[in-house]
């Protein structure tokens, strides 16, 4: 990125040299990430993240759309940026549906199906849950909706791109939002992906660039950066998801030894997130006592982790209140290993021993 922000810091829309050089690495990046996702039947954005890709996706196709029907189709466990989102929808005269989920956070294809009306324009599903890592069946519900040619499919990939194998073209995904700094890219760059012959009225305008969708001067650096990580992430998916998976399984059969703590969600599930409850304990107080022996975990999403409410995604899958306000996400990355599990196992072991006179009676 250094070398980016330093020798082509030219404004990519300008017409001299070193606007049109800064030009070509933007469409050099576009071209990048096209042929690693494989994706010859439609194009990338770059945004400002997830959450902008998730809001312009459902909001721009919606308001396209708005003249065939006014019938849309999500989760109940969405990402705030998906269910924000229908929210402001709704409040602009759209029907929202809210799929309900199972024990384990998965959506019924046979409900999808018979939510699906005349007036359906779009079904946005997300991949892999924030906070659950409940990965859904995509390419099931993408088969189901090339039934319904009018019915336009948006995928929120924030958890799994770069992480899970994606076949967009032949899973009938439409749109496909993504961000780099999952993939441990620079944070405020995202990806955006739309099949040829769909459009989206953009959210903001004041220019031409991003296909007329996003207008504002590019963060050349940042889009640059967003790609190489793109590709570091799929050139070593295979071995990371399955070192991934050799953690989750260790560290789900060392938690289910602790009768205090109660695991959430289940298969199929992405490896990188092992989620569970203290029931009848503020996560906080958990979350600061392994902080302090150099464990960063979290409560739910970054986006969320401030809101005190029982976590939305929890409650839906039938949890308790205490164990709604409970939970506790464990991501994984590259440099983690089964010792790191045991030093997490065994500071909360002395967590909860220290915890024990604090727990709150009523955990329902």
């Given at each position: 990125m250094m070398e980016v922000m330093t020798k082509h810091y030219a404004n990519p829309s300008s017409l001299h040299s070193g606007g049109v050089a800064a030009a070509k690495l933007i469409e050099k990046a576009r071209e990048q990430v096209t042929n690693l996702m494989h994706t010859k039947q439609g194009k990338w954005m770059f945004t400002s993240g997830g959450t902008e890709s998730n809001n312009l996706a459902i909001k721009g196709v919606a308001?396209?759309?708005?003249?065939?029907?006014k019938h849309i189709i999500t989760s109940a466990v969405e990402h705030a940026s998906i269910y924000?989102?229908?929210?402001q929808l709704e409040?602009?005269?759209?029907?929202?549906?809210?799929l309900p989920v199972n024990n384990t956070g998965h959506v019924s294809l046979d409900q999808l199906k018979q939510h699906i009306t005349d007036e359906t324009i779009l079904v946005s599903i997300m991949h892999v849950n924030n906070e659950l890592g409940s990965e859904q069946p995509i390419a099931q519900i993408g088969q189901l909706l090339k039934q319904y040619p009018k019915v336009i499919f948006h995928v929120d990939a924030v958890q799994s791109l770069g992480k899970l194998n994606i076949d967009i073209d032949n899973w009938g995904i439409d749109l496909l939002s993504g961000s780099a700094h999952k993939l441990r890219g620079p944070r405020g760059v995202g990806f955006l992906y739309m099949r040829n012959g769909i459009q989206i009225v953009p959210l903001q305008v004041g220019g031409s660039q991003e296909h007329n969708?996003?207008?504002?001067?590019?963060?050349?650096a940042a889009v640059v950066a967003s790609a190489k990580a793109l590709r570091l992430a799929i050139q070593s998916l295979d071995q990371h998801y399955n070192d991934a998976a050799i953690l989750a399984t260790y560290l789900r059969e060392q938690i289910q030894k602790i009768p205090e703590l109660k695991l959430n969600g289940g298969a199929p599930q992405s490896p990188y997130i092992v989620h569970f409850s203290y029931p009848g304990m503020k996560p906080e107080v958990v979350i600061h006592m392994l902080e302090q022996r150099n464990i960063l975990a979290s409560t739910r999403s970054a986006c969320s982790s401030k809101d005190d409410k029982p976590s939305r995604v929890l409650m839906a899958i039938g949890a308790t209140r205490g164990e709604a306000t409970g939970g506790i996400r464990i991501s994984f990355g590259q440099e983690h290993t089964i010792a790191d599990m045991d030093t997490l196992v065994d500071a909360l072991h002395e967590i909860i021993l220290s915890l024990k006179h604090l727990e709150r009676g009523n955990t329902h």
């Open positions: 308001r396209q759309y708005a003249n065939r029907g924000e989102a229908m929210q409040q602009e005269g759209f029907s929202i549906t809210e969708l996003r207008a504002g001067t590019e963060n050349v």
